[in-house]
Nanobody, 114 residues
Framework: QVQLVESGGGLVQPGESLRLSCTVS????????MAWFRQVPGKQREVVAR???????TYTESVAGRFAISRDNAKNTVYLEMNLLKPEDTAVYYC????????WGQGTQVTVSS
């Protein structure tokens, strides 16, 4: 059974940076399109970035140019480098394959506030 463990969140001020990590246990990581999602209370979980098995990346418009997704298949880990953070980036961040077919992890809270 695949398990997802996210880490790296925290409380930062606007304009600062964070790097999130997600380690995936179990098989299937290297050939899966991976994605970072975020969710705020009362809203649907949304995809913010995704990376294909060959490394092609896509971003939602609100984070394009500020966030960068990457992966290390040898470590079964996907990363999200978040720069120039804004208060509207505040959310719980999760990773999963793009189809969200694995059980969700606990997520990692990102709070951007002055």
């Amino acid at each position: 059974q695949v398990q997802l463990v996210e880490s790296g969140g925290g409380l930062v001020q606007p304009g600062e940076s964070l790097r999130l990590s997600c380690t995936v246990s179990g098989s299937g990581f290297s050939f899966s399109t991976m994605a970072w999602f975020r969710q705020v209370p009362g809203k649907q979980r949304e995809v913010v970035a995704r990376i294909g098995s060959a490394g092609r990346t896509t971003y939602t418009e609100s984070v394009a140019g500020r966030f960068a997704i990457s992966r290390d298949n040898a470590k079964n880990t996907v990363y999200l480098e978040m720069n120039l953070l804004k208060p509207e980036d505040t959310a719980v961040y999760y990773c999963n394959n793009l189809l969200s077919s694995w059980a969700w992890g606990q997520g990692t809270q990102v709070t951007v506030s002055s």
